[in-house]
């Protein structure tokens, strides 16, 4: 079965900045697509990064390009997300979710989720 | 301003059938699959239908899901007091830069 874990939530300061990881395990870890979804009262669900299996491809939402930096170690079984610039609107769960091979296939399982909290 | 355009809420009795549409264009829906997933509170997101009709294994087949167009709709008929819960529907757009786009997400009640 496949387990997805998030961690590294917690609350920040605007402009701040702020790593999540994401612990794999169940399925061969470096075969697929992995990618980052957060659900915030406004938006409801938004797709936020993907990194493909080797970690040579990566793909951004508008709303957090050049602020956040997805990349794994597939030695490791682990997924992350360096966030950086923090605004109140990045505030919400981000859960880490199991693609395909490629960056087409359906997004699932996803973990728990790890909460972010934006605020002075 | 929404990609993926659903209706904030749906509702019906138990045993009716509840349809929920997602309106897109040409660069998603149009040219892509369709995938709906249910949320609900303090859960993690589980997919209910994956490319535009294919039901995972243990999804009732009380769900269904249709496309049409720039379209696409999720039907669950036999309505139950489980099915309560926020859905969403998902797929890529070739015009963004980030590849994946969710709607606005429909609240179901059952009444």
């Known amino acids: 079965e496949v387990y997805l874990v998030e961690s590294g939530g917690a609350v920040v300061q605007p402009g701040g900045s702020l790593r999540l990881s994401c612990a794999a395990s169940?399925?061969?870890?470096?075969?697929?697509?992995m990618h980052w979804v957060r659900q915030t009262p406004v938006k409801g669900l938004e797709w936020v990064s993907l990194?493909?299996?080797?970690?040579?491809?990566?793909h951004y939402a508008d709303s957090v390009r050049a602020r956040f930096t997805i990349s794994r170690d597939n030695s490791k079984n682990s997924l992350f997300l360096q966030m950086s610039g923090l605004k109140s609107e990045d505030a919400g769960l981000y859960y880490c979710?199991?693609?395909?091979?490629?960056?087409?296939?359906?997004?699932?399982?996803w973990g728990q989720g790890t909460l972010v909290s934006v605020s002075s | 301003q929404t990609v993926l355009r659903q209706p904030p809420s749906a509702s019906g009795t138990p045993g009716q059938r509840v349809t929920i549409s997602c309106s897109g264009s040409s660069s998603n829906i149009g040219s892509n699959y369709v995938n709906w997933y249910k949320v609900l509170p303090g859960k993690a997101p589980k997919v209910v239908i994956y490319i535009d009709n294919e039901r995972p294994s243990g999804v009732p087949d009380r769900f269904s899901g249709s496309k049409s167009g720039t379209s696409a709709s999720l039907a669950i008929s036999g309505l139950q007091p489980e099915d309560e819960a926020d859905y969403y529907c998902a797929t890529l757009d070739g015009s963004l830069t980030g590849p994946w786009v969710f709607g606005g997400g429909t609240k179901l009640t059952v009444l």
């Open positions: 979710a199991k693609g395909g091979r490629g960056i087409s296939g359906v997004i699932d399982p």
């Open positions: 990194i493909s299996r080797d970690g040579g491809h990566t």
């Open positions: 169940g399925f061969v870890f470096s075969d697929y697509t």
